[in-house]
């Protein structure tokens, strides 16, 4: 049986199956992108639900794989070399997965570089924009009397849109045919519902932008990954002083 005894993590959220990928994550829109990559390149992996509460990612077992304290991480016991490795940054696992598989991520050398062109987009405007325009809109942020942090990153937001609605004209995808740019991409469109803000920014009257955010739900693999780990298991973890550890899932 595969050893992951070296990576502490696995003592407070055990792996049932130590032979497949361990996924450590929460739903956001971080969080799913891992989930549905697996889902859509058919990798089996073990998900176990890490809250958004410091008491899980702010955990010494947790800071073992990720000193950042974001969700999400992965192990994969059959990494580089056949070597385990540990690795937490979205895009970096999204990168790393779509190589392992060969999937998502091109057909040659220039469709990878525009792919990985895109997912760096969303890497560092969109979810940063985003997550800044949730905070000061909807979260803590909207008590401050001061509009201009709010009103910055709504009109950021607005334009980031534009940028994207212009380059989804004329095709389904963002980076031609679907890529682990869209897993990166679309969860974050997905969030201006969860901020309250598609009136806000202007959504609706995107010419491209909303349909595509449709096309990408309605995908087989989107739609069982969006949920993974299960949110509703959330209350064991804060019953039981480790993870109730969940069922590996068989993508294959």
């Known amino acids: ?3 992951l005894s070296a990576f502490p993590i696995t003592q407070r959220w055990p792996a049932e199956d130590p032979s497949v990928i361990q996924l450590y994550s929460f739903p956001t829109p971080n969080g799913v992108k891992v989930s549905i990559a697996l889902e859509e390149m058919g990798l089996d992996y073990e998900p176990h639900l890490v809250t958004l509460s410091d008491s899980d990612v702010k955990s010494d077992a947790f800071l073992s794989l990720n000193p950042n304290n974001k969700i999400p991480a992965i192990i994969d016991p059959n990494g580089p070399d056949g070597e385990p490795i540990g690795l937490f ?71 980031l849109l534009a940028v994207i609605d212009e380059a989804l004209e004329g095709q389904d995808w963002i980076a031609g045919d ?14 201006l519902e969860f901020y309250g803000m598609k009136e806000e920014v202007g959504y609706y009257d995107l010419k491209n932008v909303p349909a595509y955010v449709e096309r990408f739900y309605a995908r087989p693999a989107v739609a069982k990954a969006k949920r993974i780990p299960d949110p509703s298991a959330a209350h064991q973890t804060a019953a039981n002083a480790t993870s109730t550890p969940t069922q590996p899932r068989k993508t294959a």
């Not at 392992?100 to 991520?105: C, I, Q, R, V």
């Not at 040659?108 to 800044?132: D, N, R, T, Y």
């Not at 869209?182 to 974050?188: E, G, K, N, V, Y």
């Open 89 to 159: 940054e979205s895009g970096a696992i999204l990168i790393y997965l779509a190589e392992k598989s060969g999937k998502l991520l091109g057909n040659s050398a220039h469709e990878k570089a525009k792919i990985i062109q895109w997912l760096m987009f969303q890497m560092g405007g969109v979810g940063p924009m985003f997550g800044q325009m949730g905070f000061f809109w909807k979260f803590a942020g909207k008590e401050m009397e001061d509009p201009l942090p709010r009103n910055r990153y709504r009109d950021e937001a607005i334009r």
């Open 178 to 191: 679907f890529s682990i740019a869209d897993i990166a991409l679309a969860p974050w469109l997905n969030a």
């Open 1 to 3: 049986m595969t050893d």
